[in-house]
């Protein structure tokens, strides 16, 4: 449980600094994220800005949750929702973390060190595993 802590807080540390240096971190994400998926931008047109934001927003809410068996419902939901209403692809899910981590890791600047891409790799990995199992087939 130490160890889940610490990378909690380490995950918390680097998110606030990336916050604290970059005018727009949704921003960052997204260009990241639509440069490796360029579909996605094709599908996400029609949003604005502060539905975007709120994607993000709750990307940064599920890398705090600590046992994802208490979102298996939510993740069911939103996931077949995403398939169904937005044609969203399995593979457009670890584009999308990669491009949250690779904003993060450009703001957090200096902190980012071997313990903190650690952190995000295996939080990175704990949410990928529980977006797939919770991945309804189309």
Do not use: C
Not at 57 to 62: G, H, S
Not at 110 to 119: K, P, R
């Amino acid at each position: 449980m130490e160890v889940l802590a610490k990378n909690q807080d380490i995950i918390e540390q680097s998110l606030e600094r990336a916050a604290e240096v970059m005018d727009d971190f949704s921003g960052a994400v997204y260009k990241r994220y639509f440069d490796l998926q360029p579909d996605a931008e094709d599908l996400m047109s029609h949003l604005d800005d502060i539905v975007r934001g709120k994607m993000v927003a709750e990307i940064i809410r599920l890398l705090f949750v600590e046992d994802y068996h208490q979102e298996a419902d939510y993740l069911r939901f939103e996931t077949k929702t995403h398939a169904d209403s937005y044609f969203v692809k399995e593979d457009m899910y670890p584009d999308l973390l990669t491009a949250v981590v690779a904003s993060v890791k450009e703001g957090a600047g200096d902190i980012w060190e071997a313990s903190v891409a650690q952190a995000w790799q295996k939080k990175q990995e704990d949410l990928l595993a529980a977006l797939r199992f919770h991945i309804v087939p189309v």
